[in-house]
């Protein structure tokens, strides 16, 4: 059974709804959908709990009624028939009660998990019960039964397999499973939640969990693109990527995947195909295990970017001197990026300010420090295997003309990492697409 998820601009609107349901059934076999919250909602529900933090009731309930609203319309334009209309707008009706209920009580990070669970709550409501409407066999399975993490906060994959199988031989025979992305319970059983755009993991979790054929992810841009769309001119869909070149580029920046949810759909050995709704016949990309030799194939940028560079003559002929940087990071729960050393001296990155003042101060013990702010790691990706010659002169050669402070590779085979200025990303971007790939 393949995973198909649709991200919040898929189901964004009642149209788009209806578009999703017709290519979830076009070919009648059977299929677990996952659905995120309608685009804006997981925003405003966030705006909803700020309000309540800042104990202003009258802000929450003003901007719930407004939503009511929106959704109200929507129900208006989904269905067909009285029987849905009604059916629908009394669940929605439960539903923003339920929301205007929490401007009455204390109000915490739980209750907040639990306000922000409902976007994908209504989504998935709304879509099953227009399903149903078109007559489809249809079945709504709430994910929180059965996704769940552990006590790191890490999906605990076991479960969620065995539970999200047991459900499935529980209710044999419907066309359609929908469940809810984002949304999970903790350890403690309390609701929760995968994090910001993790829908996409709840698909690549369930896809390995059941051992899926394909994990499909569709947003609305047709694939990955060799480069940041937003910023470069002429970029293109790339076709296919080996799970780690798609972990890479989701991790350095390209906006489309969730960083983490590759590695499930890897250690399951499930294919992941990224597709746009708005364009349903092209053909995306493909992420899977084949490695395409010599292949340069994408470029992508992380802004915000901190380096610091730590020079101390103690590091020269020393040894343990990487080591007490490193654990000053860690006592901070700051995890580094890039990493490149001389024999007098190490730079590193991070993109976590929170601790930054502190892990200076710690790191003066060592040696002299300076700090670069508003810098920029470019990462090349493909099979730039070491024995691969002429990659490393390519990409350099490309940014013959920018400043570059630090140079990453060999670290993996699949990456190369330039950190340049942010001022000079959309150069530095460019210049990749025009050595790389449009030449
Ligand atoms: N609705 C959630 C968010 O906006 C999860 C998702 O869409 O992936 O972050
Ligand atoms: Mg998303």
């Known amino acids: 059974m393949i995973v198909m998820k649709f991200g919040g601009t898929s189901v964004g609107s009642a149209q788009r709804m209806k578009d999703v349901c017709r290519l979830i059934t076009a070919d009648g076999k059977a299929k677990m959908v996952v659905l995120s919250a309608m685009s804006g909602t997981t925003n405003t529900l966030v705006e909803i ?99 769940r993490t552990d006590k790191n906060a890490e999906p605990d994959f076991n479960y969620i397999k065995e539970k999200v199988n047991e459900q499935l031989s529980a209710n044999p025979g419907y066309e359609i499973y929908i469940t809810q992305g984002f949304i999970c319970r903790n350890a403690y ?23 899926s054929e394909e994990i499909q992810i569709w947003t609305d841009i047709d694939g990955m693109h060799n480069n940041d769309p937003r910023v470069v001119e002429h970029t293109e869909p790339v076709r296919q990527l080996h799970f780690e070149e798609a972990a890479e580029l989701a991790y350095f920046g390209a906006k489309i995947l969730h960083p983490t949810c590759i590695q499930p759909a890897k250690f399951a050995g499930v294919p992941v195909r990224l597709l746009n709704t708005m364009d349903p016949s092209a053909p995306g990309t493909i992420i899977n295990n084949e490695i395409q030799h010599g292949k340069i194939k994408a470029v992508a940028a992380k802004d915000n970017i901190v380096s610091i560079q730590i020079q101390s003559s103690r590091m020269l002929l020393a040894y343990g001197f990487l080591r007490k940087v490193f654990e000053i990071f860690e006592s901070y729960k700051t995890s580094i990026d890039m990493v490149s050393t001389s024999e007098v001296g190490v730079s590193v990155t991070i993109d976590n300010k929170s601790y930054l003042k502190d892990i200076i101060a710690d790191l003066m013990k060592y040696g002299t420090v300076t700090v670069n702010e508003n810098m920029c790691i470019i990462c090349v990706v493909g099979d730039l295997a070491w024995e691969n010659v002429g ?49």
């Open 391 to 439: 990659f490393e002169s390519l990409t350099a050669q490309a940014l013959k003309d920018i400043p570059v402070q630090m140079i990453s590779y060999g670290g993996s085979n699949h990456n190369i990492s330039f950190l340049v200025k942010m001022e000079d990303k959309k150069r530095a971007l460019q210049a990749f697409s025009d050595t790389l790939f449009n030449s």
């Open 49 to 147: 709990s700020d309000y309540l933090y800042k104990k202003n009731p009258e802000g929450a309930n003003n901007i719930i009624n407004q939503l009511e609203q929106k959704y109200r319309n929507h129900v208006d334009e989904l269905y067909a028939t009285e029987e849905y209309k009604q059916k629908t707008l009394s669940f929605l009706k439960e539903e923003f009660d339920y929301l205007r209920s929490f401007t009455k009580i204390l109000f915490t990070s739980f209750e907040e998990k639990m306000i922000l669970a409902q976007g994908e709550i209504i989504s998935t409501n709304m879509v099953t019960n227009y399903l149903k409407e078109c007559g489809v066999k249809t079945i709504l399975f709430s994910a929180l039964d059965f996704m």
């Open 189 to 211: 059983g309390e609701i929760d939640n995968l994090l910001r755009g993790g829908s996409d993991y709840t698909a690549c979790l369930i896809g390995a969990a059941l051992k």
